[in-house]
């Protein structure tokens, strides 16, 4: 029975000394938290407080950095996900303007009657089915200087987001080459 009585006053004193500690320990904080409040969360110094008690490893000073911090960078960082995102849309536009200008200069150069009307419908078609929405106001010229003809396509790649609306991205285009006719091999120059 002595050792029952014993157990359950260790039990019990255990407990207290548990007890105690932990209301010993909301007392501390609750000084804390009183001291941070009265003095704005300065020391005698007049340097912030880093929180808790000395030792207590507490960053009572910092809490809801993280939460500041992602509110800050988000933007930034969401900025250059969209220039990337819009430089690759420039880059892909320019790729099928050029593609529509050399396909449009290679009908260009052969010497027909329609090859102006040839050439700009052939590459107003090749923009049309490669890239309609990605290329906006397209207007294709075919051209002709001397003896060499070509087209040139211009357009605005499309914004991603539209935020400032004068702002436009211009791809251009431009391709050519000498007329291809039959040149006979008897010396005289010029095409037949």
């Given at each position: 029975m002595a050792t029952r009585d014993r157990s359950r006053y260790r039990d019990r004193?255990?407990?207290?000394?548990?007890?105690?500690?932990?209301?010993?320990?909301?007392?501390?904080?609750r000084e804390d938290r009183e001291d941070?409040?009265?003095?704005?969360?300065?020391?005698?110094?007049g340097r912030p407080r880093r929180g808790g008690r000395p030792g207590a490893g507490g960053r009572g000073g910092e809490r809801g950095a993280t939460v500041v911090e992602l509110a800050i960078i988000m933007p930034v960082v969401l900025v250059v996900i969209l220039l990337i995102v819009q430089t690759a849309l420039w880059f892909h536009g320019r790729q099928i303007a050029d593609a529509a200008a050399r396909e449009g200069a290679r009908l260009a150069r052969v010497d027909t009657e329609s090859w102006r009307q040839d050439a700009e419908?052939?590459?107003?078609?090749?923009i049309r089915t490669?890239?309609?929405?990605?290329l906006e106001g397209a207007t294709v010229t075919a051209w002709e200087e001397g003896d060499l003809r070509g087209v040139e396509v211009t357009a605005s790649a499309v914004q991603v987001v539209?935020?400032?609306?004068?702002t436009t991205f211009t791809v251009?285009?431009?391709?050519?080459?000498p007329i291809e006719c039959f040149r006979p091999d008897d010396g005289s120059e010029g095409c037949e």
């Open positions: 004193e255990h407990r207290e000394h548990r007890e105690c500690r932990e209301h010993r320990k909301n007392r501390e904080d941070r409040r009265r003095d704005g969360g300065r020391d005698r110094a419908s052939r590459a107003q078609e090749l490669v890239g309609p929405k990605l539209p935020l400032l609306p004068s251009t285009a431009r391709f050519g080459g």
